[in-house]
T-cell receptor, first 109, second 115 residues
Framework: QKEVEQNSGPLSVPEGAIASLNCTYSDRGSQSFFWYRQYSGKSPELIMSIYSNGDKEDGRFTAQLNKASQYVSLLIRDSQPSDSATYLCAVRRRDQFYFGTGTSLTVIP | EAQVTQNPRYLITVTGKKLTVTCSQNMNHEYMSWYRQDPGLGLRQIYYSMNVEVTDKGDVPEGYKVSRKEKRNFPLILESPSPNQTSLYFC?????FGGGWNEQYFGPGTRLTVT
């Protein structure tokens, strides 16, 4: 069983819409949760970290964590073409980090 | 500028020829790590280090070595590269936070091809 699972997509949304990205993790001992954005051929860049149950908002981005369901999500409001990228979900369990394979998002102008 | 640097950025080599990929960070982070990224498999952790002289295996350590003699540097060594080590490699670093590790910052990546 994979530590972190994401729907690989591709997910397409029109410009200005809300994009919803989902991630599940297998180990209840996972302690910290992260969303990264990765453009093709580039390195992952952090969008948001979340450590406790509930929502965390930063600009157009909202991360949601539900530890009981072992579920993390990322909402992107007012999606822009520049948001087109692969979004990686990551979790930390003790001293190791585990990444999902990413969801490809395309925002259509 | 706070950053993680890697060198070289691109490398083509032949099977069996030892190589080292360097990684350096200027953020005084305790935690450093190496990942490889392959299509369909995502980012997988090779080795990590929680501080100087403290290293441990990640999920895919076979064929790799690391050392952490200084806090800022964490080189990745391939003693005898093989074609299945052709991949995109990322170094990352992280600061300690609340008894654990905070978000990681990634270097620009090294694209390695082994023929």
């Amino acid at each position: 069983q994979k530590e972190v699972e994401q729907n690989s997509g591709p997910l397409s949304v029109p410009e200005g819409a809300i994009a919803s990205l989902n991630c599940t993790y297998s180990d209840r001992g996972s302690q910290s949760f992260f969303w990264y954005r990765q453009y093709s051929g580039k390195s992952p860049e952090l969008i948001m970290s979340i450590y406790s149950n509930g929502d965390k908002e930063d600009g157009r981005f909202t991360a949601q964590l539900n530890k009981a369901s072992q579920y993390v999500s990322l909402l992107i409001r007012d999606s822009q073409p520049s948001d087109s990228a692969t979004y990686l979900c990551a979790v930390r369990r003790r001293d190791q980090f585990y990444f999902g394979t990413g969801t490809s998002l395309t925002v259509i102008p | 500028e706070a950053q993680v640097t890697q060198n070289p950025r691109y490398l083509i080599t032949v099977t069996g020829k030892k190589l080292t990929v360097t990684c350096s960070q200027n953020m005084n982070h305790e935690y450093m790590s190496w990942y490889r990224q392959d299509p369909g498999l995502g980012l997988r952790q090779i080795y990590y280090s929680m501080n100087v002289e403290v290293t441990d295996k990640g999920d895919v350590p076979e064929g790799y070595k690391v050392s952490r003699k200084e806090k800022r540097n964490f080189p990745l060594i391939l003693e005898s590269p093989s074609p299945n080590q052709t991949s995109l490699y990322f170094c990352a670093s992280s600061l300690s936070f609340g008894g654990g590790w905070n978000e990681q910052y990634f270097g620009p990546g090294t694209r390695l091809t082994v023929t």
